[in-house]
């Protein structure tokens, strides 16, 4: 069985949703009365004013029932007549509410009751349903690396990727709709100096030391919340860069206010310099992985291992892929589903059989190694071939534990054209 049959098992499934007006209201009552509808929209103080007059606008019964759909708001009457009875209407930016966008996008509900020979008037109040993110680089950053990753991972399966580009050192702000109750969120960063040391680091934001300063908002990231992300360097007495720092700060929708978000350090180090001192933060596991690379069903397999030494012998290594390929992890949940490989929440690989045996269902056999090794090479090249379908970038997170409970992870981004 090859692995293009397993991605057609999960990777194609959609719904196609249309919208259409029904003129015939049911009659809660054969007296009547009017309404007036307008779309208005809340300003967060870190997007300038949207025009909503192209908002598509939604008039439903109080029991869920679609009476009236308009392509935009400026197609609304300017007085509507209506049975007497309750009702609400919803707007929202045009087009599809995607997990990542590059602009931010609104969403709003109004109930409001049609009297006997009264006009109503209602207002639908939009308020941004996605956060934002942007990164930010001191001078010293700047003058130290020639190049970056940033991924951003609220737990979800989609994650935020900002990458170097020479003709941009900081990239546009990208908005991300939450999934429900995220309290925290990841940062990953991985980074090569100017003198060819791959520095990475690992870091988790939480929300409620701000929200304890801005009484109105609670601890789980929500829409209209501004993020900013500071990267700097750390330096050795030597002068050597031997990490990153972060500072965030947010902005909450209805405040002109920042607040500091409580950065947890998780690991920061540098993997790759030869011949210094260990890095303080790192630990004795070295995990060598290749630069981030495109790849075609001509690439070298070879040049994806990854090479794991602990010297007090390995005790986990765990691996996740962060795609923003829908079609990928669509194929990565069929994986879990028929074979229990759960590559999107993290797969153990140390004595994994059941990873021994579907990469010899897919013709590419790999060994796993047991609790206590002190080496492993972990064969990402063998993805290479499979990939090749499935254009997008994405990011293997690999997580190495040794027997004392010492932990270093990194990264690789695997781009399919």
């Given at each position: 069985m090859n692995f293009s049959k397993i991605l057609m098992l999960g990777a194609f499934a959609g719904l196609c949703l249309t919208s259409c007006m029904n003129d015939d209201f049911p009659t809660y009552d054969s007296r009547q009365?009017?309404?007036?509808?307008?779309?208005?929209?809340?300003?967060?103080?870190?997007?300038?004013?949207?025009?909503?007059?192209?908002?598509?606008?939604?008039?439903?019964?109080?029991?869920?029932?679609?009476?009236?759909?308009?392509?935009?708001?400026?197609?609304?009457?300017?007085k509507l007549t209506m049975p007497v009875g309750k009702y609400y209407a919803e707007a929202h930016t045009p087009g599809v509410f995607d997990k990542i966008m590059d602009a931010p996008y609104y969403i709003g509900k109004e109930d409001f009751e049609i009297l006997q020979n009264i006009n109503t008037e209602a207002t639908v109040i939009c308020r941004m349903a996605n956060g934002s993110f942007t990164v930010r680089f001191t001078d010293l950053f700047k003058e130290t690396f020639t190049s970056y990753e940033v991924t951003i991972d609220d737990g979800s399966n989609t994650a935020?990727?900002?990458s170097y580009d020479e003709s941009q050192w900081e990239p546009a702000t990208t908005y991300m709709r939450f999934e429900e109750n995220v309290s925290s969120i990841k940062v990953n960063f991985r980074g090569t100096t100017k003198k060819g040391a791959t520095i990475t680091a690992s870091n988790l934001l939480t929300k409620s030391a701000a929200s304890e300063?801005?009484?109105?908002?609670?601890?789980?990231?929500?829409?209209?919340?501004?993020?900013?992300?500071?990267?700097?360097?750390v330096e050795s007495t030597e002068g050597d860069v031997t990490g990153i720092?972060?500072?965030?700060?947010?902005?909450f929708e209805e405040s002109e206010e920042d607040f500091e978000l409580d950065v947890e350090d998780n690991i920061t180090g540098d993997d790759e310099e030869e011949g210094g001192d260990t890095p303080e933060g790192s630990t004795a596991i070295t995990l060598d992985l290749?630069?981030?690379?495109?790849?075609?069903k001509d690439t070298d397999p070879a040049k994806g291992d990854a090479t794991i030494k602990a010297e007090n012998g390995i005790k986990s290594i765990m691996v996740k892929v962060v795609s923003n390929s829908a079609d990928m992890n669509a194929s990565l949940n069929s994986l879990k589903e028929q074979y229990g490989v759960d590559f999107i929440g993290g797969t153990e690989i140390v004595e994994n059989q059941d990873l021994v045996n579907l990469f010899d269902v897919l013709g590419n056999p790999l060994s796993v190694p047991a609790e206590g090794d002190k080496e492993y090479v972990f064969p990402i090249g063998n993805f290479f071939t499979l990939l090749t379908v499935l254009s997008g970038d994405h990011t293997f997170v690999l997580t190495v534990t040794d027997m004392n409970g010492e932990t270093k992870d990194g990264k690789l981004t695997l781009t399919v054209e």
């Open positions: 009365g009017s309404m007036s509808l307008s779309v208005d929209q809340m300003q967060p103080s870190a997007t300038r004013a949207v025009e909503t007059s192209d908002y598509p606008v939604t008039i439903f019964s109080e029991n869920g029932d679609e009476l009236h759909f308009f392509e935009k708001a400026s197609d609304v009457p300017t935020i990727i900002f300063k801005y009484d109105d908002d609670k601890e789980f990231f929500s829409g209209g919340d501004a993020i900013v992300i500071v990267f700097n360097t720092t972060i500072n965030a700060n947010i902005k290749p630069k981030d690379m495109v790849v075609n």
